[in-house]
């Protein structure tokens, strides 16, 4: 048997699980795993865990022991299913099982799996459930065509990547279940169009200013001194110093949408003085918070990031005598970027041009998602996202997946995993 006909026949195979696909993907959407808080973690692990089994997968439940956030009340459980082929590349598929709150605008039950006109509906439908199917039924689609794997296949189902994904897939990580010399090479399936490959993120810092300033009464303000004043004074600096030489700066990187590809920085909140829905007393505001999210490139590096916002501070502390400024890191992440070389990259593009017929784009996320882990806890560089879904429904109401792109991307999950394991078709 030819390695074409092997092809045909998996591409053939993902065609006739496109119900089953669609039926496993609703029944998750089902189970509302909203995070936070992080509910129904242990059900929606058990109905992926359940799935692989019957698909003859080895399923380990792994929860996070030793996490905070794993509590009776919300327990962190993730789920990895093996698939053991020969002694070849241990591909990984990823895929995170919790969703964002559905929020306000919906038209149809955000957790009701609704099949319409060729689209699936609900939160986490494409961000990243459907994802989760695509890498299930690829693999089911290899064994059911009967073609041997050279390789092994693992599927995990993760946590908290909404939240940063340290109970998920950093903790697989940690424990080297994810690990350099054991794991080959990671497919994430996010959403990011079933045309392009995601390369890596840019980094964040959060970080939070606190201004303190001295109490005084509200018909003397002359006697006190302003906090709220000192922190405008910070933000003021900010707008017209920093943010324009931030928007002057561009990554290499394809970040999309172009827009992301500049450093940026955003206010996340601000705090001060009295509570506004308070009883109101004359009183100089002397404390005030404010939280930052700066976006850097990987060509800016964190340390010099840091030292840009440290000078912010100083110039505040210059524009706004008395006040008090402390700077606090909240949390950093690096950015993260897939060697050019990587045989990842190569084995998706080729599979991309043979199922849609045409050549694919490489970008880079605007936010960032559990590549991080793969590459800074795991040291396995070879790590790409691809998967079903617009990038742009992600969070939305009425989130929703086009049923042809849950096809095609495992189709091409399907064939990018037997290449990577020297098969070409
Ligand atoms: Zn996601």
Request: charged fraction near 25%; hydrophobic fraction near 40%.
């Amino acid at each position: 048997m030819g390695a074409a006909a092997d092809t045909d026949r998996i591409l053939a195979e993902v065609d006739r699980a496109a119900d089953e696909m669609v039926a496993f993907t609703s029944d998750l959407v089902r189970i509302p795993t909203v995070n936070p808080p992080g509910d129904a973690y242990d059900v929606c692990a058990h109905a992926i865990g359940a799935e692989l089994a019957r698909r003859r997968f080895d399923v380990e439940y792994i929860a996070a022991d030793g996490r905070p956030e794993h509590t009776p009340a919300h327990p962190r459980v993730n789920v990895v299913g093996t698939r053991r082929g020969g002694p070849g590349p241990v591909v990984h598929l990823n895929g995170h099982f919790d969703v964002v709150p559905a929020g306000s605008g919906w038209t149809v039950d955000p957790f009701g799996g609704v099949v319409r006109d060729g689209r699936i509906y609900g939160r986490g439908v494409c961000d990243m459930k459907a994802g989760i199917a695509a890498a299930l039924f690829a693999v089911e689609a290899i064994a059911r065509a009967g073609v041997a794997l050279p390789g092994s296949v693992e599927i995990s189902g993760t946590v908290d990547e909404e939240s940063g994904g340290f109970a998920g897939v950093a903790y697989l990580a940690e424990k080297g279940r994810i690990a350099k010399g054991r794991t080959s090479a990671v497919i994430i399936p996010e959403p990011l169009n079933v045309d392009r490959i995601c390369i890596g993120h840019r980094g964040v810092y959060w970080f939070e200013v606190t201004a303190r300033g001295r109490i005084g009464h509200g018909s003397m303000p002359f006697l006190g001194v302003s906090a709220i004043d000192g922190a405008s004074r910070l933000l003021q600096i900010a707008r017209e110093e920093l943010m324009p030489k931030l928007a002057a700066r561009r990554t290499t990187m394809p970040v999309a949408p172009p827009g992301a590809c500049r450093a940026t920085l955003n206010v996340n909140g601000i705090e001060g003085g009295q509570p506004v829905d308070g009883i109101q007393t004359p009183c100089v505001a002397d404390l005030c918070r404010i939280v930052f999210d700066r976006r850097f490139l990987l060509e800016e590096g964190f340390d010099a990031t840091r030292a840009e916002v440290e000078d912010l501070v100083r110039r505040a502390r210059e524009a706004a005598p008395g006040v008090q400024f402390e700077l606090r890191d909240l949390m950093v992440v690096h950015p993260v970027r897939t060697p050019d070389d990587s045989p990842l990259i190569g084995a998706l593009q080729s599979s991309i041009e043979r199922v849609l017929g045409r050549a694919p784009s490489l970008v880079a996320s605007p936010g960032t998602y559990d590549h991080k882990h793969i590459a800074r806890i795991a040291g396995v560089p070879h790590c790409v996202a691809y998967g079903p879904g617009e990038l742009e429904l992600a969070h939305q109401p009425d989130e929703s997946c086009r049923i042809e792109d849950i096809v095609n991307a495992t189709k091409v999950i399907a064939l990018a995993t037997l290449s990577l394991m020297g098969v070409t078709s």
